[in-house]
């Protein structure tokens, strides 16, 4: 490729961000990336969800001749990616088998034109002879293979077809290429050049580490309950949770409609249309909660997903971080919240056993193990993460899961250990940490009572304590070395040199036992910014991409809406100066936004000045008006006795309300009121704000149709059906 090596030094790329893509600056590694592209080197990028990958090839297309071949594994996000970017301004198609004949001819008309900058394809596509032959005859200026780990056998998503992508390198050898991942360990990343015969390319590495995201391990207990209890508290947002089996899924999708939670299920059993439809849903909020297999998710361009659940236990670290990583790549505070059971070991086993090689069977159980580690372990969970791909973190601490936020007691395990190791001993033979934790607890099963195990004096020493308690207390004495592990696909628990010095009351033992469940609460994102104007905003993006038939996030996400919330931008040069507005964009919706920021100032008293930063939401904020509410002082005495407005003081009763707080709506809004709301509701859906104020008429607030939305969102109202 001829690019000009100064092209950064020049600005030109900094131009072509703020225009296509409406930012200023580079997120970590972009502009080495791209420096590396324009050079016409070849590149391996490893960048965490939400850093930018896209990016890394999208911009150096808009500044080098010729067009941008993007091998994708997957549809759906071709047809994403290919809409964001037109949203952009930037001459984008996809090639894959969705599209009729015609519509065929006609992108590959446009390519042969000239007419494109950018084009995804399927690797089945790019590597057939036709379409090689095709491509030959065109200038091509780059080639970018997304979801390269798909490459590698040593990769959890490992595609044989991703092989045959070494055939680009010798078709095109003066054509730099460009490898892009998520996730990959060091012996994936080898494997990744070696199988797409990269030219000494220049390897970049991002951090593993998104401070967003808040993980929690919580001990399965009465899953479904669990997974309710959650949902109760975070209506309105976005989520995926995954699950096992088919059967599983469906089941969990089917009870949680019968709940009141609106839940679509995926999975490979379903035909591709019904698949496709229900991602289509998904993007564009139409449906908030997906429950579904790993079938779900690779390449989802979905910024806002609020939480990841998983309902059973993945089979690596790996494709915990790869599924995890789905949230938040907005930035915004997500959580990943794991249901663990030693049970699910048992599933994640059957996979492994059905395998090809040994060899393979042996790295898959070497891998579940580090995953059993990560869910048992009293160590910050981000940190064992990032080792698992070879990074530390520095300091050792997140902050954010629930090890650190929570840290575990510890107590003297002396009695415990030598308990165990006893138990160990009395049973002849080595056994598992699940048939010893039943011997412990005197369990009356048939496996117990034929091997004799009833007799032993271990048998029922420790009733006082569950199975999980002692099957953790057994992986916490295996991690510190008090008991060994031996055997591969059955592992066994054995007793070493240690064991006998803690027998023998020579060496005192230190364990581990969380204080209890973690509080699942999110903080309030983006603070500083003014709530209501923000989701007078978020119903006029809701409208327009209902309009233009694409997901709201394509028009602005929500970080660029909560920027407008609080800078409030007047005109259109304000308008540009907000990150994630180019000129494209202004072009095509600025006047609309501006438009409502307008009309926000006349409606929403709260939005005629920019709002004091971080105020207005702030947990002691919201106390304040919660204490004073209790006294008996109506929203409008609040408001003045606080000197806000009563919108500003509404948004907090709505926080409050959403938060689980005893509130009387009968206080806050009349009866009657109530049901025509209600009416409302049924008849135009809960989510556009404006579109049910518009309904209902001058004579209902904003505030009163919040209270109503939310009191019902907590507890599950159902609005009667109306013809």
């Known amino acids: 490729m001829e690019g000009p090596p100064d092209a950064l030094e020049r600005s030109d790329a900094y131009r072509v961000l703020k225009r296509y893509f409406g930012y200023t600056s580079f997120l970590p590694h972009q502009e080495g990336i791209i420096r590396a592209v324009l050079e016409g080197r070849d590149v391996l990028a490893v960048v965490a969800t939400g850093g930018g990958k896209s990016l890394c090839y999208q911009l150096p297309a808009l ?7 993007v091998v994708s594994p997957l549809i759906a996000l071709m047809k994403d990616q290919v809409d964001a970017l037109r949203e952009c301004g930037i001459a984008a198609a996809h090639l894959n088998s969705t599209l009729s004949y015609d519509e065929r001819v006609r992108v590959e008309g446009e390519l042969c034109r000239g007419a494109l900058t950018i084009l995804y394809v399927s690797p089945e596509r790019v590597v057939q002879p036709g379409f090689r032959r095709l491509l030959q005859g065109l200038t091509i200026s780059l080639v970018a293979i997304d979801e390269a780990h798909c490459i590698s056998q040593w990769g959890h998503e490992f595609r044989p077809e991703y092989r045959q992508l070494a055939l680009l390198k010798r078709t095109f050898p003066a054509t730099p290429v460009i490898a892009l991942t998520a996730t990959a360990t060091p012996v994936v990343r080898q494997d990744i050049r070696e199988q797409l015969h990269l030219d000494r390319p220049e390897v970049f590495v991002g951090s593993f580490l998104r401070r967003n995201l808040h993980y929690r391990v919580i001990p399965k207990s009465n899953a479904y309950a669990q997974i309710v209890g959650y949902l109760s508290g975070h209506r309105g947002d976005s ?27 995926y999975h490979a059993g379903l035909d591709g249309r019904m698949r496709s439809r229900t991602q289509e849903k998904f993007i564009h909020d139409a449906v908030r909660i997906i429950v579904a297999t790993v079938a779900f998710g690779m390449g989802i361009d979905k910024p806002d997903i609020r939480f990841v659940i998983h309902y059973d236990l993945p089979q690596t670290l790996e494709q915990y971080y790869q599924e995890t990583g789905r949230a938040g790549r907005d930035g915004e505070t997500s959580d990943c919240i794991l249901l663990y059971s030693r049970g699910d070991r048992a599933k994640v086993q059957y996979f492994i056993d059905n395998k090809g090689s040994e060899a393979e069977k042996r790295a898959a ?151 209890g469940a973690a509080a699942v609460r999110r903080a309030s994102a983006g603070k500083g910014y003014d709530p209501a104007l923000f989701a007078f905003l978020k119903d006029l993006r809701t409208d327009l991409s209902r309009e233009e038939r694409v997901a709201p996030f394509m028009i602005f996400s929500d970080a660029t809406l909560r920027e407008m919330a609080a800078v409030m931008p007047r005109t259109r040069d304000d308008l540009l100066a907000i990150r994630g507005v180019g000129a494209h964009k202004l072009r095509k919706y600025g006047d609309a936004f501006l438009q409502a920021i307008r009309d926000a100032c006349e409606t929403l008293p709260e939005t005629a000045a920019p709002p004091q930063a971080g105020t207005a939401l702030s947990p002691a904020s919201i106390a304040e008006t919660l204490a004073l509410y209790r006294r008996g002082y109506t929203v409008r005495e609040i408001a003045a006795a606080r000197e806000m407005a009563e919108e500003t003081v509404g948004a907090q009763i709505e926080a409050i309300i959403l938060d689980g707080e005893e509130i009387s709506l009968d206080d806050l809004v009349m009866h009657a009121r109530q049901e025509a709301i209600r009416d409302a509701i049924a008849r135009c859906g809960h989510e556009n704000l404006r579109l049910l104020k518009s309904h209902l008429g001058d004579r209902y607030s904003y505030n009163e149709i919040r209270f109503v939305r939310a009191w019902d969102a907590v507890r599950g109202h159902q609005p009667a059906e109306r013809a």
């Not at 295996?478 to 060496?507: C, F, M, Q, T």
């Open 63 to 69: 500044l080098a001749d010729g067009i941008t071949i």
């Open 239 to 265: 989520g995926i949770i995954y699950c096992t089996s088919k059967k599983t899924v469906e089941d969990l999708a089917q009870k949680l409609n019968r709940d009141g939670f609106l839940a679509l299920p």
């Open 365 to 515: 159980r070497r891998k579940l193990e580090q995953l059993i580690e990560f869910c048992e372990s009293g160590s910050c969970r981000v940190r064992m993460m990032l080792r698992y791909f070879g990074e530390e973190l520095n300091p050792p601490s997140c902050g954010t899961c629930d090890n650190c936020l929570e840290p575990r007691r510890t107590f003297d395990g002396t009695e415990i250990a030598q308990t165990v190791i006893a138990c160990v001993a009395q049973l002849g033979a080595p056994f598992g940490a699940g048939y010893i934790a039943d011997v412990l607890r005197g369990a009356k099963s048939g496996k117990v009572k034929a091997r004799g195990h009833t007799a032993v004096p271990a048998y029922g020493s420790g009733k006082g304590r569950t199975r999980e308690q002692w099957t953790a207390y057994i992986g916490e004495l295996v991690r510190k070395g008090y008991l060994s592990v031996e055997g591969d696909r059955y592992p066994v628990i054995v007793p070493n040199e240690r064991s006998r010095e803690v027998a023998e009351g020579r060496a005192e033992v230190v364990l581990s036992e969380r204080r």
